[in-house]
């Protein structure tokens, strides 16, 4: 079966950098996603990785390693408005969105 | 530019009635998406539409149905809801199914008693 496996939940302090980690197996591989979601509210584009390696963009990055079938996103200088939920997705053979349970990230002052 | 709306905002149901889940983009994408959001569980897909004229079934799709029937809208029908419908509902659009982004409405919230 298709299986995407991620934290529950993370805690980390205002400032600081946390990797939220995503491991997954799915029938197939056109990429993975990564989203963020406030609560409350729909879930918004973060990244996409389709090859290997690292893709950084601002104080988000996200890394990709299709071999192990792994994936985290990292987050420097933790603000609290990145208190939210962060979704990892994969698309499969089909280009169909395969989605974890997303990681609930709290920020403390 | 509105992007993606959805309506109702939220809903409470009774149980055996039925409901259509509105849905509207403007961003004339081809490919559109409902999904069900549940405590604990990652979005899942339960109907799309790759073009207009055309959908598919899910991962979920049992107990509902969907028509697309111009590029904008993408209702989602509940015949006859049960209490295991009570869910988040996104609707989701993306240029091409194979498009690299998927962009959410701002969902329905719905529980059925």
């Known amino acids: 079966g298709q299986n995407i496996d991620q934290p529950t939940e993370m805690t980390a302090t205002e400032g600081a950098i946390v990797q939220i980690n995503c491991t997954y197996q799915t029938s197939g591989f056109n990429g993975l996603f990564w989203y963020q979601q406030h609560a409350g509210e729909a879930p918004t584009f973060l990244s996409y990785?389709?090859l290997d390696g690292l893709e950084e963009k601002g104080r988000f990055s996200s890394f990709l390693s299709r071999s192990k079938g792994y994936s985290y996103l990292l987050l420097k200088e933790l603000q609290m408005k990145d208190s939210a939920s962060y979704l990892c997705a994969v698309s499969d053979s089909n280009y169909q969105l395969i989605w974890g349970a997303g990681t609930k990230l709290i920020i403390k002052p | 530019t509105a992007g993606i709306t959805q309506a109702p905002t939220s809903q409470i149901l009774a149980a055996g009635r039925s409901m259509t889940l509105r849905c509207t983009q403007d961003m004339r994408h081809n490919a559109m998406y409902w999904y069900r959001q549940d405590l604990g569980l990652g979005l899942r897909l339960i109907h799309y539409?790759?073009?207009?004229?055309?959908?598919g079934k899910g991962e979920v799709p049992d107990g509902y149905s969907v028509s697309r029937a111009n590029t904008d809208d993408f209702p989602l029908t509940l015949a006859s809801a049960v209490p295991s419908q009570t869910s988040v509902y996104f609707c989701a659009s993306s240029d091409t199914p194979d498009s690299r982004t998927q962009y959410f409405g701002p969902g329905t919230r719905l529980t059925v008693l």
């Open positions: 990785n389709v």
């Open positions: 539409s790759n073009t207009a004229g055309t959908t």
